[in-house]
């Protein structure tokens, strides 16, 4: 009973949304005449978790008919109407929010019974909703479906296509937007999956669509005829070039400076979506080397958390982005920024991840503040959410172990590592090559500081400077510690 779809929908419902349901199981408009009441009265106890041994189906088929054999058919059977109304229930809350499905709904129901009077106050009133919200792939969208109702109206209520004309150009040019909109996001999908994956062959045919769209051309033309939403016709045409030529940072530059200056024209939904494109495009520059663009990521991170622009529908930021933004800030050496980060976003993570990150942050601390045993002290306080917590603590454990010169300890814990990252099918095969050759430069690297000639160490460090697989800041931290062996050389010779 405990693992049934019902059970694990009904462990989404608040307290809220639970009193609310019972409202709802108990309305005969709904409920087709059965009374689902007794059954969540008994399954009410087991909220929220449901996770008690004597949750079963035999369990409650005796308290819901005390007296009568076990009849699991009847239980199924119950189970799976009262899941159905779960999903009724959801549905309607949705509704509620959805306020375009509800005018396009409810204006062709009043068509229909040529309620005419009536068709043309849904209008203005949903209009006047749209009119104050800001720009999106929500806006544009929905622009373009008022403009066609408007269409309808005119051509079906009142006999005139004429009056209908402006609409219809409305709803074209709006429809233009909300594609330049779509497909700047999906092209960005597409370029990131194609960067994660190698899966340029799979994106080829879309690719060559946009690139012979000659979008350059339509953008200049809006422009010239001072078209109100030029300007942001030519960020959408920036930040889609951004995808397609990424070798040409001037659209990363043309679209960042748009955004930094207009961002408050946009949705909260759309914003979120273009800080993402200007953090994956800094990320991936900084995987090919380029590590000025470590500090425009810090640059843009300040601004997303400045203008609120990192919190999602439940309030919280993600452990992701919390981990992200605080090795960027003190991949700069930005202590004191981090631990202002670190106390004033912790508490805004989903719970559960809070003391993990918080652990994992101030071990991030100390080893940039040199004090190695407090490094080890946090990571010793992390419990491991995902692969990628583990992969994280294995790398600063054995970065810490390097610098106290735990030499022994850190051989075994460089070939614990290595097989902990070959045998682990969780970890994705860029990550896992990334990981490895840390770990054998790493091996390395200690024979060197053991000793060796000053023409070894040069060419270790051409072979780490030409790595590509190797993540920037695994590079940026090999060639620190490759330069003390080189001054520690230079000085004994």
Same mark, same amino acid.
């Given at each position: 009973m405990k693992e049934t779809r019902l059970i694990e929908t009904l462990?989404?419902?608040?307290?809220?949304?639970?009193?609310e349901f019972e409202k709802f199981a108990a309305s005969p408009f709904f409920n087709k005449g059965r009374n689902y009441l007794p059954l969540l009265k008994q399954l009410q106890p087991f909220y929220t978790e449901f996770t008690s041994e004597k949750l079963t189906y035999e369990y409650l088929h005796k308290k819901l008919y005390p007296g009568k054999p076990f009849n699991k058919q009847v239980m199924w059977n119950l189970a799976s109407e009262l899941e159905k109304l779960t999903k009724e229930f959801m549905l309607q809350t949705?509704?509620?929010?959805?306020?375009?499905?509800r005018f396009t709904i409810l204006f062709d129901e009043l068509d229909r019974r040529k309620l005419d009077k009536l068709c043309l106050k849904e209008i203005q009133e949903v209009e006047k909703i749209f009119n104050s919200i800001n720009l999106g792939a929500e806006y544009f969208n929905s622009k373009r479906i008022i403009e066609d109702h408007k269409v309808k109206y005119l051509n079906a209520v009142k006999g005139r296509p004429d009056k209908g004309f402006e609409s219809i150009i409305k709803e074209t040019e709006y429809l233009i937007l909300d594609f330049l909109a779509g497909l700047s996001a999906q092209v960005w999908d597409l370029h990131v999956m194609k960067m994660m994956y190698n899966a340029s062959d799979k994106t080829n045919v879309v690719f060559e669509f946009v690139k012979n769209l000659d979008l350059k051309k339509i953008v200049d033309y809006a422009e010239k005829s001072n078209y109100k939403y030029a300007p942001v016709m030519m960020f959408y045409y920036n930040k889609i070039m951004c995808a397609l030529f990424d070798e040409e940072e001037s659209y990363f530059s043309d679209m960042k400076l748009f955004f930094d200056e207009n961002y408050n024209i946009f949705d909260i939904k759309e914003q979120k979506n273009i800080i993402i494109t200007l953090a994956n495009y800094c990320a991936f520059k900084m995987r090919l080397g380029q590590e000025y663009y470590v500090r425009i990521l810090f640059e843009i991170n300040k601004f997303r958390l400045e203008k609120g622009i990192v919190a999602y529908g439940n309030g919280r930021i993600t452990k992701a982005l919390y981990h992200q933004v605080l090795r960027n800030a003190l991949s700069l050496n930005e202590v004191e920024w981090a631990e202002r980060f670190i106390k004033?976003?912790?508490?805004?993570?989903?719970?559960?991840?809070?003391k993990t990150m918080e652990a994992l942050a101030y071990g991030y601390?100390?080893?940039?503040?040199?004090?190695? *045993?407090k490094v080890l002290m946090y990571l010793n306080k992390v419990e491991f959410i995902d692969i990628r917590d583990k992969?994280?603590? *294995?790398?600063? =454990?054995a970065k810490s172990y390097y610098e106290l010169e735990e030499t022994e300890l850190l051989i075994h814990y460089i070939d614990s590592s290595k097989h902990f990252i070959v045998s682990n099918d969780a970890i994705e095969t860029e990550a896992r090559e990334a990981y490895l050759k840390f770990f054998k430069y790493l091996e390395?690297?200690?024979?060197?500081?053991?000793? =060796?000639?000053?023409?070894a160490i040069r060419k270790f460090k051409e072979a780490i400077d030409n790595d590509k697989t190797l993540r920037? *800041?695994?590079? =940026?931290?090999f060639n620190e510690k490759i330069n003390e062996l080189e001054k520690r050389t230079a000085g004994s010779a």
């Open positions: 462990k989404t419902f608040s307290k809220g949304e639970w009193k949705a509704f509620k929010n959805e306020k375009l499905a004033e976003y912790t508490p805004i993570l989903n719970t559960e991840h809070q601390v100390y080893y940039v503040k040199k004090d190695y *045993r992969l994280h603590v *294995r790398i600063l =454990s390395k690297l200690v024979l060197f500081k053991n000793g =060796s000639d000053e023409f920037l *800041r695994h590079g =940026s931290w």
